[in-house]
T-cell receptor, first 115, second 110 residues
Framework: GAVVSQHPSWVICKSGTSVKIECRSLDFQATTMFWYRQFPKQSLMLMATSNEGSKATYEQGVEKDKFLINHASLTLSTLTVTSAHPEDSSFYIC???????????FGQGTRLTVV | GENVEQHPSTLSVQEGDSAVIKCTYSDSASNYFPWYKQELGKRPQLIIDIRSNVGEKKDQRIAVTLNKTAKHFSLHITETQPEDSAVYFCAASGSNDMRFGAGTRLTVKP
């Protein structure tokens, strides 16, 4: 199957700092990238959908100024958590479908801990 | 937007028994329905999927059924084994989103 590489796999940062998470599609062009957040023992909650070359579409309740998404190329999408706070600590994971309505390939996930 | 509901939230079966997990979706435009298995701290892994033009699909011990009229789809695992123990998620996808159910924690007792 296709490969989506996500980095870093884990990060610890101080409250008030920003953290950037990268997702790269290694062997296909990812026109779309889904970004999810997963709290312990909970489901994958869609935060936003990014499309290459256009602004991301954010889900209701997700602050677009706090969670900056950039999808400048067909192989790279980034999520930046700005001014992180302890309540932002979570597992963040991206996934990219190879086409509309097809299997989405997940990155490894990033465990963010804000102290 | 799409809303996916999944039941049950936990399921415990004896090894060798069957397990069934059910999902409903709200958006009639959704046309792709994957099922993922997630082990603790790892990325979800696709185990089976079905498209809206198909009613049933089977892959060895795993099968998925789709009732497009009722907007229901289900995962069936037969002859369960302890290694099937994990969290299972259903999802519904349209042209530009993929939303997940709340998950089912399946425990298979040896």
């Amino acid at each position: 199957g296709a490969v989506v590489s996500q980095h870093p796999s884990w990060v610890i940062c101080k409250s008030g700092t920003s953290v950037k998470i990268e997702c790269r599609s290694l062997d296909f062009q990812a026109t779309t990238m889904f970004w999810y957040r997963q709290f312990p023992k909970q489901s994958l909650m869609l935060m936003a959908t990014s499309n290459e070359g256009s602004k991301a579409t954010y889900e209701q309740g997700v602050e677009k100024d706090k969670f900056l998404i950039n999808h400048a190329s067909l192989t790279l999408s980034t999520l930046t958590v700005t001014s992180a706070h302890p309540e932002d600590s979570s597992f963040y994971i991206c996934s990219a479908p190879r086409g509309g309505g097809t299997e989405a390939f997940f990155g490894q996930g990033t465990r963010l801990t804000v102290v | 937007g799409e809303n996916v509901e999944q039941h049950p939230s936990t399921l415990s079966v004896q090894e060798g028994d069957s397990a069934v997990i059910k999902c409903t979706y709200s958006d009639s435009a959704s046309n792709y329905f994957p099922w993922y298995k997630q082990e603790l701290g790892k990325r979800p892994q696709l185990i089976i999927d079905i498209r809206s033009n198909v009613g049933e699909k089977k892959d060895q011990r795993i099968a998925v059924t789709l009732n497009k009229t009722a907007k229901h789809f289900s995962l069936h695992i037969t002859e369960t084994q302890p290694e099937d123990s994990a969290v299972y998620f259903c999802a519904a996808s349209g042209s530009n989103d993929m939303r997940f159910g709340a998950g089912t924690r399946l425990t298979v007792k040896p």
